[in-house]
């Protein structure tokens, strides 16, 4: 039985040199199973679109969680009008950061840069909040690193605030009924944490005036002290609104607004400034009237 099997034997070295080559290719092919097969591309890592809008609430998180672009056409939330790239000390967190963290005021920025090119004007001009929205968890664990710069409307410019669901982009304007003008019974009781807006033609005690970008290391006011610096250049915002000297503006109330100590501590910079009648009224706007029928 011994040459049965070095017979079989043969008969599998052979099929094992089919196999690797040994007989003749079929015309046409080399052979060689491997060398042909293109390299499987790198993976790639997700990045969302600018110049969208988003239909649902979710991306209040400041989580994208899910990504469902929308038309600004049709009613939506916020719209993205930029997306960029985290670097330095908030790209190598092992975790994505929060809104509110220092880390990430270069992106807010950048944002607030973008938003005003955006909108064509200093977008604090509109009932508007400016808030970035990055990756979810698991997608700054597989190496996500974008935000998204998202303008949103509002219901009111206070820090108790909420979205408004709108129509339309914010593309080149601000459309009017977003501008801030005036308010009434503002201050009411000691108390600004509500801001309702009216018509300047009729009976009201405070006016936006405009906006100053404070220095990047100051704090959020907490002291007298730290008011005063949001004041005197408030005055200066309003003294070019009216049309007057900086001095001239000190026979007026001042109304300072940071929007919120979590926004300030995530790099917003902006102050809005708001003429304050305290408790006189007038009717039209002060804007270019030099003091001419402001109650002082």
Known sequence: MAWRRRIAASAAVCALAALAGCS?????????????????????????????????????????????PVDCATEHYGETV???TLTGAAAELATAPEADD????????????????FVGRQWRDGRLTLDLTLPSAAAWQGGARWYRCELNELTTVTDKADWVRRTG???????????????AESGKNGSVDTMP?????????????????????RKYPASETDWD?????????????????????????VISWPYSKATWAGGDRGVRCYLWLETKKMTGSAKGTAGKGIPS
């Not at 679109?49 to 988003?54: D, G, N, P, R």
């Not at 300047?200 to 290391?217: D, I």
Request: proline share 5%; net charge negative; glycine share 8%.
């Open 24 to 68: 003749s290719p079929v015309p046409g092919v080399d052979g060689k199973l491997a060398d042909d097969w293109a390299s499987l591309p790198a993976a790639q890592v997700f990045t969302p679109s600018a110049e969208v809008c988003h239909e649902k609430a979710y991306e209040q998180t400041g989580r994208a969680t899910a990504y469902r």
């Open 82 to 84: 930029y997306v960029g």
């Open 102 to 117: 220092a880390v990430l005021a270069g992106a807010f920025a950048e944002c607030d840069e973008r938003s005003t090119a």
């Open 169 to 183: 982009s914010l593309r080149g304007s601000l459309p009017t009924p977003l501008l801030l003008t005036c308010f």
């Open 197 to 217: 807006e009216t018509d300047c033609a009729k009976s009201h005690n405070a006016e936006y005036v405009g906006t100053f970008t404070a220095a990047a290391n």
């Open 229 to 253: 610096y949001f004041h005197d250049n408030c005055r200066k915002a309003m003294a070019t609104f009216i049309g007057v000297s900086v001095s001239a503006t000190s026979k007026y109330g």
